[in-house]
């Protein structure tokens, strides 16, 4: 049997997992290694412990994998004791297998599939005892399967469920059958640790961070340098408090949001309705679901009855949705394609109805429990969120290297040069070794966050919440954002604009009221075809389809009771909603009843119902939705000829198009069974609704602003392409002399092949002047006189089909239309590969995948806090996305100044103690501390105060700080500092009065002397100096003196130092063990050195910015960019015959791009 194993969410057979929802993640595809313990390896790893002082059992919680090789062997998986588990993002956890004894007998009541799937039969003591083997990993559980030879989420056993399979369950589970369950699925919990502060204190103090200051306050200890190392244990230990307390926070915050246990009703196989713990649900599960609704503790597909639900919780979209019961069929049940027939766990369902004797409540059966819920997936990547890839955080660690080599460096020299002074070895290996903390900034990783905390705080105050801090950063470098329309770029509420009925013989005249319209299929169709419903004698819906309601003037009627009385009167079908003509709002003859609903999905762009007049005559089915998918549902001659043309203008002047059909059902057709695919085929076209949804004003001024700074901006919509590039006209992403190029794939059929073509739009002219006069006007030049367009199933297409053309038209697409969810997500993963920055803005309901998947995701939602997104703004239209970008490159650049202002005080201390200890002196204890904390800790907390500036520059800033600008300045900066240090160091020893040290004695016992108290007053000077110099102001940051704390703060810490150089107290020269130098002409010209000092730092620092350094690439010759959609760019612009227009072109089989 194999040592290694897959630990996946499989994909085939028993093991086949739904189709991925955008709100539950990526699968997880996870590499896993058995191992077992070995007794005589575990005592000698806990002798070996004890020897070390525990230094041992540290490694091994740094690195678990050394931990699990130190104790364990390597054997088969069905054996482990211990896993080690790689997952997808290359990390490596380590787990421990758990077993739980099952009661004999019990395991046929799961049925004789999954007895075999997850049954492990193990001889113990002689006694055949069945055991369920399993581990927990970020919540979820994972169980062996003996026939896969692998561990598989839990959940696998009830993928492959169908919806005739949940309505088997509708009878409910037997107690032994429950019981079985809880013990195979684990407690229904969502259950988020909340560590206590012991552990967690263990924990923060293990962190190498603390460990190294640790290491280094027991070094000052034992060199005397008590005061100081008090004042930074006493300020570390400040910091491990607020950090356990702000972390024990979170936690309790989010157990809180996600832990939720309530009581519920289920139905037992006996038919009793028991009342337990939400705790106890397993799926299989028969809820029973109240009139009066519930905060929902799982996921359920709901199986009668209909539930108004409020999903803002996950989604961010306020506006409650209807659910209707699942549609019984063989088909495998997938909660992403059933989404309408889904409650989701978190969701508060607000009422339902329908469902039970009486007309109230409703039954839903469960379908998942704890973290594999939907809500469970989205608090599992909060808990555990995917590694942030952002070369800054990378560059960062092996920065840290570079400047241990440096340490190393300085450590070697300080020991040879202390070798010569006949010191101890103890105090050589202390003096040794303190170098090391010195020159590797223990505060480092600490005080590159404080620009992003700044920021965040900042981001709070107007409105926009952050659940994902380190993204703020990669907002500074976002290259494209991609934007939904409908609530995002234009207005949610649409008004009606007219409608206009159509037949065989052509299209009527436009209506502008559907009020006016005569009484009719088209009138019925608009006044039921919909899923509107009353709460609290409110109407509560899509807001479409209230003003879609509402111009018809019709009234809403539910049935009350038990419904019969109504039932009766529309021939004893259930009623689901009763709508009534106002001419006679009282009579029944003129009422149409709902008697089944099947509710809008994106993927199909479409919604259905079916009616019956009174008595149960006039059995109707309607169907409304895009234009394009309603037509393709309808008897071809119902359809006007006129229908492409008529759609064509219409979007084209930016109206929300939708169309209506509808066809007579047979009376004695079961309505409570139908399925949809019958329902919605062999349509009669009815008409069209024209809808105007108005840009938001403020979008045209975002665009343009994006624009300006040479940031794309994309719209992704579900609506017609020709409403979209219209709204993409107004809102400025397409200019008034743009074309827009409509890119058309059809898919493989057995009639013909897969052809891709890129036609102009029709101005009025015909395609060939169109395209005649595109090529004349050199609009390919650059790429900016032309922008495509392309929807849904073109880019399916494109995609399956033409992977070759796919980065060209990606790179050059400004409007995707009638896109799917999965397509948005999709698209912003393909832009991903293409090496954007890709940012997303949406209003959260159909965009949770696409918002979650970019690098910024900003969903706009009344909600503080949404799990859709990384980003939740509380306005109501895009301009937080100009304000996000500034702050993130405000908190970048913030970063990169504070990164490399932490790197040169470390320098700079780094310098002045390898010189002092070359003469056999060091510094004092209150120097160091005056430095460290008085100085450099102050300054480097309210250096990041400063605001975004209020432009967005063309120019993005740099994420790696690996790069000539950044490490040619710290070079540079370093040299100018030894050579101030120095300077003053040979100006102090050829002066008359000075005084040589005493060659017999060193370190502390040579103080006070000259040497010290020059380098210490010069290298206090340098921090300040360093301070300006790297703090950046123009274009991406507010000039310097807007930071008006920081500024004082200079100006004060600057006349402290010029006190301590000029004319310090006795008591403070006495304190600080400094040197009285009374020659005054020598103090002004130590503060002429470092006037000097900071200017040519200055000069080249704005030299460096200037771009001076560039001109040492020129040595080694012009490269091409790294990212893929810079070269590609590149290619286009050099390509004037690119796209081919009016040319069908066909799949090819070798590369057609090449990038190399």
């Known amino acids: 049997m194999d040592r290694r194993g897959s630990v996946v969410e499989p994909q085939g057979g028993l093991l086949s997992p739904s189709p991925p929802d955008p709100l539950l993640g990526p699968d997880s595809l996870m590499d896993a290694q058995g191992y077992k313990w070995v007794r005589w390896r575990v005592w000698l790893c806990r002798l070996a412990a004890v020897l070390s002082l525990g230094l041992l059992l540290i490694v091994f919680h740094w690195c678990p994998r050394l931990g699990v090789l130190a104790r364990c062997c390597s054997c088969p998986l069905a054996l482990a004791n211990i896993l080690l588990i790689r997952d997808s993002f290359g990390q490596q956890h380590v787990v421990e297998v758990l077993t739980e004894e099952v009661e004999e007998g019990s395991l046929e009541s799961l049925g004789e599939l999954e007895d075999t799937e997850w049954r492990d039969t193990v001889q113990l003591y002689r006694e055949e005892k069945t055991l369920l083997r399993y581990y927990l990993f970020e919540g979820m559980r994972f169980i062996w399967l003996d026939t896969k030879g692998a561990f598989c989420r839990v959940s696998v056993l009830n993928e492959d469920w169908t919806c005739k399979d949940l309505y088997g369950f509708q009878k409910g589970l037997s107690p032994l059958k429950q019981s079985l369950r809880r013990r195979v699925y684990g407690p229904n919990l969502i259950d988020?640790?909340?560590?206590?502060?012991?552990?967690?204190?263990?924990?923060?103090?293990?962190?190498?961070?603390?460990?190294?200051?640790?290491?280094?306050?027991?070094?000052?200890?034992?060199?005397?340098?008590?005061?100081?190392?008090?004042?930074?244990?006493?300020?570390?230990?400040?910091?491990?408090?607020?950090?356990?307390?702000e972390t024990r926070k979170q936690s309790v915050t989010l157990r809180d949001m996600a832990q939720l246990v309530t009581n519920v009703t289920v139905r037992r196989d006996s038919g009793v309705e028991e009342c337990v713990s939400s705790v106890d649900l397993v799926p299989g599960d028969c809820l029973i679901v109240p009139q009066e609704g519930l905060l929902l503790p799982c996921d359920a597909a709901l199986l009668a009855g209909e539930c108004l639900v409020n999903e803002s919780m996950l989604t961010g979209e306020s506006v409650p949705v209807l659910k209707t019961p699942l549609p019984a069929g063989e088909g495998k049940y997938s909660s992403e394609a059933e989404r309408r027939h889904t409650l989701f766990c978190g969701t508060q369902l607000i009422q339902a109805k329908g469902g039970r004797p009486g007309g109230?409540?409703?039954?839903?059966?469960?379908?998942?429990?704890?973290?594999?819920?939907?809500?469970?997936?989205?608090?599992?990547?909060?808990?555990?969120?995917?590694?942030?890839?952002?070369?800054?955080?990378?560059?960062?660690?092996?920065?840290?290297?570079?400047?241990?080599?440096?340490?190393?460096?300085?450590?070697?020299?300080?020991?040879?040069?202390?070798?010569?002074?006949?010191?101890?070895?103890?105090?050589?290996?202390?003096?040794?070794?303190?170098?090391?903390?010195?020159?590797?900034?223990?505060?480092?990783?600490?005080?590159?966050?404080?620009?992003?905390?700044?920021?965040?705080?900042?981001?709070?105050?107007?409105?926009?919440?952050?659940?994902?801090?380190?993204?703020?950063?990669?907002?500074?470098?976002?290259?494209?954002?991609?934007?939904?329309?409908?609530?995002?770029?234009?207005?949610?509420?649409?008004?009606?604009?007219?409608?206009?009925?159509?037949?065989?013989?052509?299209?009527?005249?436009?209506?502008?009221?559907?009020?006016?319209?005569?009484?009719?299929?088209?009138?019925?169709?608009?006044?039921?075809?919909?899923?509107?419903?009353?709460?609290?004698?409110?109407?509560?819906?899509?807001?479409?389809?209230?003003?879609?309601?509402?111009?018809?003037?019709?009234?809403?009627?539910?049935?009350?009771?038990?419904?019969?009385?109504?039932?009766?009167?529309?021939?004893?079908?259930?009623?689901?909603?009763?709508?009534?003509?106002?001419?006679?709002?009282?009579?029944?003859?003129?009422?149409?009843?709902i008697v089944q609903r099947f509710p809008f999905s994106s993927a199909l762009q479409r919604m259905s119902v079916v009616t019956v007049a009174q008595g149960g005559r006039s059995v109707l089915a309607f169907i409304k939705g895009s234009p394009e998918m309603v037509a393709s549902l309808c008897q071809a001659e119902t359809v006007p000829a006129q229908f492409s043309s008529k759609l064509r203008n219409f979007s084209s002047e930016g109206l929300r198009v939708l169309a209506l059909a509808c066809k007579p059902l047979d009376k004695n057709t079961d309505i409570r069974t139908i399925k949809r695919g019958e329902v919605e085929k062999d349509m009669q076209f009815v008409g069209l609704l024209m809808m105007k949804n108005l840009v938001k004003p403020e979008s045209a001024k975002v665009i343009n602003i994006l624009r300006l700074a040479h940031l794309r901006s994309v719209m992704v919509t579900g609506d017609n392409i020709l409403t979209a590039v219209n709204v993409a006209k107004s809102c400025g992403m397409v200019g008034s002399d743009e074309k827009v190029i409509f890119v058309n794939a059809t898919p493989h059929t057995a009639q013909s092949m897969p052809t891709l073509t890129f036609n102009v739009e029709d101005a009025g002219t015909t395609d060939t002047q169109s395209s005649i006069e595109v090529i004349t006007q050199g609009l390919y030049q650059g790429g900016f006189g032309y922008h495509l367009a392309i929807n849904g199933r073109s880019f399916a297409a494109l995609c399956d089909h033409f992977p070759d053309y796919l980065p060209k038209v990606l790179v050059r697409t400004t409007i995707f239309a009638r896109m799917s969810p999965d397509q948005k997500t999709q698209l912003v993963k393909e832009l991903q590969k293409l090496n954007y920055r890709v940012g997303m803005c949406g209003d959260g309901a159909n965009d949770c995948g696409a918002l979650r998947a970019a690098d910024v995701g900003v969903s706009l939602s009344d909600a503080e806090a949404s799990v859709a997104s990384p980003f939740t703004s509380k306005t109501d239209n895009i301009s937080c996305v100009p304000l996000l970008i500034r702050e993130g490159r405000c908190s970048l650049i913030t970063s990169f100044s504070l990164f490399r202002y932490m790197a040169l005080y470390s320098l700079i201390q780094f310098c002045s103690i390898l010189i002092l200890y070359t003469v056999k002196t060091t510094m004092a204890d209150l120097q160091f501390l005056v430095c460290d904390i008085f100085l450099v800790t102050v300054l480097a907390i309210v250096m990041g105060r400063g605001g975004p500036s209020k432009e967005l520059h063309s120019r993005r800033p740099a994420a790696s700080l690996l790069t000539l600008p950044v490490l040619g300045s710290l070079f540079i900066h370093t040299c100018l500092i030894i050579l101030g240090q120095l300077a003053v160091?040979?100006?102090?020893?050829?002066?008359?009065?000075?005084?040589?040290?005493?060659?017999?004695?060193?370190?502390?016992?040579?103080?006070?002397?000259?040497?010290?108290?020059?380098?210490?007053?010069?290298?206090?000077?340098?921090?300040?100096?360093?301070?300006?110099?790297?703090?950046?102001?123009?274009?991406?940051?507010?000039?310097?003196?807007?930071?008006?704390?920081?500024?004082?703060?200079?100006?004060?810490?600057?006349?402290?130092?010029?006190?301590?150089?000029?004319?310090?107290?006795?008591?403070?020269?006495?304190?600080?063990?400094?040197?009285?130098?009374?020659?005054?002409?020598?103090?002004?010209?130590?503060?002429?050195?470092?006037?000097?000092?900071?200017?040519?730092?200055?000069?080249?620092?704005?030299?460096?910015?200037?771009?001076?350094?560039?001109?040492?690439?020129?040595?080694?010759?012009?490269?091409?960019?790294?990212?893929?959609?810079?070269?590609?760019?590149?290619?286009?612009?050099?390509?004037?015959?690119?796209?081919?227009?009016?040319?069908?072109?066909?799949?090819?089989?070798?590369?057609?791009?090449?990038?190399?």
């Open 985 to 1156: 160091f040979f100006i102090t020893t050829s002066q008359d009065w000075y005084i040589p040290l005493n060659s017999t004695v060193y370190g502390t016992a040579n103080l006070p002397n000259m040497e010290d108290t020059v380098v210490f007053s010069l290298s206090g000077y340098q921090y300040i100096i360093m301070a300006v110099v790297v703090t950046k102001g123009y274009p991406h940051k507010k000039p310097l003196y807007h930071n008006v704390i920081f500024l004082c703060l200079l100006f004060l810490l600057l006349a402290l130092m010029t006190w301590l150089v000029v004319s310090p107290g006795s008591w403070v020269r006495q304190e600080l063990l400094l040197y009285n130098i009374s020659d005054m002409g020598f103090k002004m010209l130590l503060i002429a050195v470092a006037a000097l000092n900071f200017f040519i730092c200055f000069v080249v620092e704005v030299l460096i910015d200037a771009g001076i350094l560039n001109c040492l690439r020129l040595l080694r010759g012009r490269r091409q960019s790294k990212k893929q959609y810079k070269r590609l760019n590149i290619l286009l612009s050099n390509s004037p015959s690119w796209p081919p227009l009016n040319q069908p072109l066909v799949p090819t089989d070798h590369t057609i791009i090449c990038l190399s």
């Open 192 to 245: 988020v640790p909340v560590k206590p502060y012991v552990k967690l204190l263990f924990e923060e103090v293990l962190n190498p961070f603390y460990v190294f200051q640790l290491i280094s306050i027991t070094l000052w200890l034992i060199d005397d340098y008590i005061v100081y190392a008090i004042c930074i244990f006493i300020i570390s230990m400040l910091s491990v408090c607020i950090s356990l307390y």
């Open 360 to 593: 109230s409540g409703a039954v839903a059966v469960v379908t998942s429990t704890g973290f594999f819920t939907a809500k469970g997936n989205l608090v599992s990547s909060i808990l555990y969120p995917q590694p942030t890839n952002f070369r800054f955080y990378q560059d960062s660690a092996k920065f840290l290297l570079i400047l241990g080599f440096v340490a190393l460096t300085g450590t070697i020299y300080s020991f040879v040069v202390l070798l010569k002074t006949n010191v101890t070895w103890v105090e050589l290996v202390i003096r040794s070794l303190d170098i090391v903390t010195i020159a590797v900034p223990p505060a480092l990783p600490a005080a590159i966050t404080t620009g992003t905390i700044y920021a965040q705080r900042r981001l709070k105050k107007q409105g926009v919440f952050c659940i994902s801090p380190p993204r703020i950063n990669i907002c500074g470098k976002v290259s494209v954002f991609c934007f939904d329309k409908t609530g995002t770029l234009t207005e949610e509420g649409l008004d009606v604009w007219g409608v206009m009925e159509g037949g065989p013989a052509g299209f009527s005249e436009l209506v502008p009221e559907p009020r006016l319209l005569s009484p009719g299929h088209m009138l019925s169709g608009l006044a039921c075809c919909h899923t509107v419903t009353l709460l609290r004698g409110q109407p509560l819906g899509d807001p479409l389809e209230l003003k879609m309601v509402e111009s018809t003037g019709w009234t809403l009627q539910e049935p009350e009771g038990d419904g019969k009385a109504l039932d009766a009167q529309f021939g004893g079908h259930k009623v689901l909603a009763v709508m009534r003509c106002p001419a006679q709002g009282a009579s029944t003859s003129q009422a149409v009843a």
